[in-house]
């Protein structure tokens, strides 16, 4: 793509209608579809999709849960992908963009993400929108 209109980018929020279009796209590499499609929908649904033109450019998927002592209201983004051939077209950030707007008129204060610390890659775009390592710490238990 040489010339890209942004403009012509149309953000608005996920409908169920919409889900198995977006969990069967290659470029998202989802790997449990049925997974995916039951935490979608519901009044705590927070997932946005990116249309170019009328083509499915890109999606976040997000929720907003209840966790913590005292328990607080969060963003929690599950997934965030933009199709390759449109990346770095700042689809992504507007995405994460209009997620925040929706968190600020529910009142909620945080969008927070899981990130492996050895990925250094992923790591460095969720610093570059505005993500920062977060003062709570997550408790595992392996399973044997
Ligand atoms: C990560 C992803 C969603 C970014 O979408 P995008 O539309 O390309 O991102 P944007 O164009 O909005 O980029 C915003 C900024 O993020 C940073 N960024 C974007 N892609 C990056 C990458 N691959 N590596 C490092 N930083 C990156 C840059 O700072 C960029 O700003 P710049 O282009 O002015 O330098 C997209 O690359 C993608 O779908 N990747 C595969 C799926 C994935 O890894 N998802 C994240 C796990 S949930």
Redesign the pocket.
Known sequence: MDSFEKNAVKIRRLTLSDVDTVISVDWAKIPDKEMVSSQRGGRFDASFIAEFHGILV?FVLSRIIYVGRPMTGICQLH????RPEY???????MLLDRLAAYCKELGIQTMR?IVHEDNA??L??FQ??GFHPSKILNLDRSVE
């Open positions: 890109g997934l965030i992908a933009v990346q770095r077209h700042g689809i992504g950030a993400t890659e992923l460095k775009y570059d929108v």
